[in-house]
């Protein structure tokens, strides 16, 4: 359990890094890591990064030879998920960039797990493939066509073993739905629809129906110079198909249930925090912008994300979170250079355990934050090469705002903002946790004794 908040330490388990090759020659921007996504089970962990491609990592059964090794996640497929495009009606370049990639709960042998872009999103079928079919008619052993007029005798094909292969196949395109960018997509409980939102609507797909979608949710005004917020995040209720949530860059949260109009257009719920006016600044309206919106496994609870704060709100209370998180409130005087340096506009995102009991989130120096909401207790971890070590243990870190600095104190001045932790994942019944640090990927799990 991570219950112990006060001497809480993690083991590495492995770092994996998407720059391919022995020496890390640096970074370039097709390498960094977009999104971070556990399937159902655990089993499987897939990222995303910038130029396209998924990255899909299998853990490994654990061994009685080698007990270490418990739960170390290896290269399970690498395939390339989106393609540069072009808008030549509107003369843009469309990003190969994985926005968020969501699974879909295993029905057989094969995976399946819907990845999107800007534009497109796509289902991907991820299978395994161990036998071959020989002895084909109509083809020789190369696959060249036969002669008809010389086939005297029919064969029977027979499976031949061969060395395990891993397919992935995309089964689905759903394009060519959303004028703006999209920023998430979310697979419904009914498993047979999924929604994916931009930044002024929000579209229910059916799988089985690429060219056609049902818009639920549209708040663009009739004059866009009327324009005052955009939806920033969506997500499905885990139970209940019929509702969904969605925040908006005004840091508000809308409850919407399906059944009351075909549009969603009237919320059901609002959830929305007063604003201390003592605390009003140049920059309230950019740092209330919700980043990310999750329901915890319960259905209980919303969790939100904005640029200084986790809240975690309660379905039942609309006009006040019931829990609020500092990540970093030593950056609170730092505003003026984070928003020269557009840092202010990091789009940081947030996961409970598989309990709700603890949530985590990143921040800059590749620090990532946990809360334990039964004893309020936080703590600090850093993800680096440097403490990367298998079996090695991540010391909490803290971060001195002015004044004297003691030994194992980073300061405020000297930390590190091109280094951010913005996707995060954690195991949906395990204390294993997948943390993406700009090309790296680390896995990390509770001290195990």
Known sequence: SLAGFGNLMQDVLWCFSQVKGTIDIGVTEADIISTVEFNHTGELLATGDKGG??????????????????????????????????????SLEIEEKINKIRWLPQQNAAYFLLSTNDKTVKLWKVSERDK????????????????????????????????????????????????????????????????????????LWNFEITNQSFNIVD???????????????????????????????????RLCDMRTSALCDRHAKFFEEPEDPSNR?????????????????????????????????????????IETYQVH????????????????????ECVWNGSDSVIMTGSYNNFFRMFDRNTKRDVTLEASRENSKPRAILK?????????????EISVDSLD???KILHTAWHPSENIIAVAATNNLYIFQDKVN
């Not at 005004?221 to 005004?250: D, G, R």
């Not at 939100?304 to 986790?310: E, K, S, W």
């Not at 909490?396 to 194992?408: A, H, I, S, Y």
Request: glycine share 4%; charged share 30%.
């Open 53 to 90: 491609r998924v990255v899909i990592f299998q853990r490994e059964q654990e061994s009685k030879n080698q007990p270490h090794r418990r739960g170390e996640y290896n290269v399970y497929s690498t395939f390339q998920s989106h393609e540069p495009e072009f808008d030549y009606l509107k």
């Open 396 to 408: 909490p870190r803290k971060v001195c705002v002015g004044g004297k600095r003691r030994k194992d």
């Open 417 to 419: 903002f091109s280094k």
């Open 329 to 348: 409130d030593y950056l609170r005087s730092k505003l003026c250079s984070l928003y020269e340096n557009d840092c202010i506009f990091d789009k940081f």
């Open 132 to 203: 071959r079919p020989e002895g084909y008619n109509l083809k020789d052993e190369d696959g060249r066509l036969r002669d008809p007029s010389m086939i005297t005798t029919l064969r029977v094909p027979v499976l031949r073993p061969m060395d395990l292969m891993v397919e992935a196949t995309p089964r689905r395109v759903f394009a060519n739905a959303h004028t703006y960018h999209i920023n998430s997509i979310s697979v419904n409980s009914d498993y047979e629809t999924y929604m994916s939102a931009d930044d002024l609507r929000i579209n």
């Open 281 to 321: 600044s140049f920059f309230s309206e950019i740092i209330s912008s919700i980043s990310d919106v999750k329901f915890s496994h319960s259905g209980r609870y919303i969790m939100t994300r904005d640029y200084l704060t986790v809240k975690v709100w309660d379905l039942n209370m609309e006009n006040r979170p």
């Open 219 to 253: 708040i663009k005004p009739a004059n866009m110079e009327e324009l005052t917020e955009v939806i920033t995040a969506a997500e499905f209720h885990p139970h209940h198909c019929n509702t969904f949530v969605y925040s908006s860059s005004k840091g508000t949260i």
